[in-house]
């Protein structure tokens, strides 16, 4: 025989859940544990890669007031040394005929 139809008020139905991101999410869905912690791992490594060469690189640096500063790199002499370490000082030498052209040329400021 077939099942009576039920008497009485339709069940109610749950209403859709939105996807919240959460521990709760993670017990619900374990697949989504390697993305988080590869994306975790990721966003660590390059806000930790920005705060070394915020602070240990001379090539960057803060400007608090706005204004006419010359920049790092204007202020460096053609036989300056920038370098830690030096591997063959000889090939760091200004060269005599690139100096001359240099002259010759003039320079690219005004």
């Known amino acids: 025989m077939a099942d009576p139809a039920p008497s009485g ?5 749950k209403p859709a859940k939105t996807f919240g991101f959460g ?41 608090r007031r706005h204004g006419n500063i010359p920049s790092a790199w204007e202020s460096v002499k053609p036989d300056e040394k920038r370098k830690l370490r030096v591997v063959k000082p000889e090939l760091y030498k200004p060269i005599p005929e690139v100096e001359q052209l240099k002259r010759d040329i003039g320079s690219y400021k005004s």
């Open 9 to 13: 008020p339709p069940p109610k139905r």
């Open 23 to 63: 521990i709760n999410a993670l017990k619900t869905h374990p697949e989504l544990i390697p993305v988080v912690v590869v994306v975790s791992v990721a966003v660590g490594g390059c806000m930790a890669f920005m705060g070394y060469s915020l602070l240990k690189k001379p090539d960057i640096e803060f400007v």
